[in-house]
């Protein structure tokens, strides 16, 4: 594919890791001029329900296993005993989406990537290809804020819609799910991804990737991962080549097993989430 490098996005963020300092944080602008919770997008999918809604501001901690994504998401139906999700995060990126999209193509995978907002505006072609190869999408804030509990609620607000926004507008794909950079989480962000329609999820199977910790034992930690587990793995914040050899010997490992990845799709209740 061909991507322009015009507008390409250079954040110099950190990925996911919890342990990393703050990037460079947001625009501390207002927020944006809907002040009422918003629909989940200026698309054709439906608001979440009452019922949908009120479920979701209940979450008080981060999904961290398909089980538990049945057990919070209002709708959503049992996985496979042998489901497993992969989620791909901080993207996309030309250097290493295109990559990972080719593996996963060529071992038949679905995933789940949690995309950066201004990501998605600088790299629009590239963030619609991952939905067109069938994978899904989550809303992965803005500009990818670390200390995103610490920022005032406008500035929570104007991450997550912002985000969504380009998302919808490079995709057409309306994500129902939301990541905390870092899985660092409060009330108020979990406030505010209800609000949007959005499941807040983190992951349970974390193989430190963003760290670069070596190939070897980012695969180890990946091996780990067993039928109900949500696994985090990175496309952007840096180089990815150890996260990509590591996906490379895994994930026909994991198929050889018998594990059936799946992605987490949108509960009935707040509808089909790809739009035209
Ligand atoms: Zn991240």
């Known amino acids: 594919m061909r991507l ?25 602008a207002p927020a944006g001029p809907t002040a009422a919770p918003p629909s989940p997008s200026p698309s054709a999918s439906p608001s979440p329900t009452p019922a949908a809604a009120s479920a979701l501001k209940q979450q008080k901690k981060a999904i961290h296993t398909l089980h538990e994504y049945v057990e919070f998401v209002p709708g959503a139906q049992p996985f496979p005993s042998n489901a497993i999700a ?21 071992l038949d995978i679905k995933a789940t990537f949690c995309h950066i907002g201004v990501q998605d505006k600088g790299h629009k072609a590239l963030a619609k290809s991952v939905v067109s190869e069938g994978h899904h999408l989550a809303n992965h804030t803005y500009s990818h804020p670390l200390s995103l509990p610490k920022l005032n609620a406008a500035t929570i607000h104007k991450e997550i819609n912002d985000a969504q926004a380009s998302i919808v507008d490079a995709t057409g794909f309306t994500p129902h799910l939301f990541r905390s950079p870092g899985g660092a989480w409060s009330a108020e962000v979990f406030k505010q991804a209800a609000a949007n329609g959005m499941a807040a999820i983190d992951w349970e ?69 790809t739009t035209p």
């Open 4 to 28: 322009g490098a015009a507008g390409a996005v250079t954040l110099g963020l950190a990925a996911c890791g919890p342990d990393k300092p703050t990037a460079s944080g947001s625009t501390g």
């Open 86 to 106: 992969l989620t791909i995060d901080d993207g996309p990126t030309p250097a290493w989406t295109p990559k990972v999209l080719a593996l996963l193509e060529k």
């Open 205 to 273: 199977i974390d193989p430190k990737d963003w760290s670069r910790p070596g190939t070897e034992l980012i695969r180890l930690r990946m091996l780990k991962a067993k039928p109900g587990d949500i696994i985090l793995c990175h496309d952007g914040g840096g180089d990815r080549s150890q996260t990509y050899d590591a996906l490379k010997a895994v994930l026909p490992v994991l198929k050889s097993k018998g594990y059936q990845f799946v992605t987490l799709p949108a509960p009935p209740a707040t509808g089909d989430n």
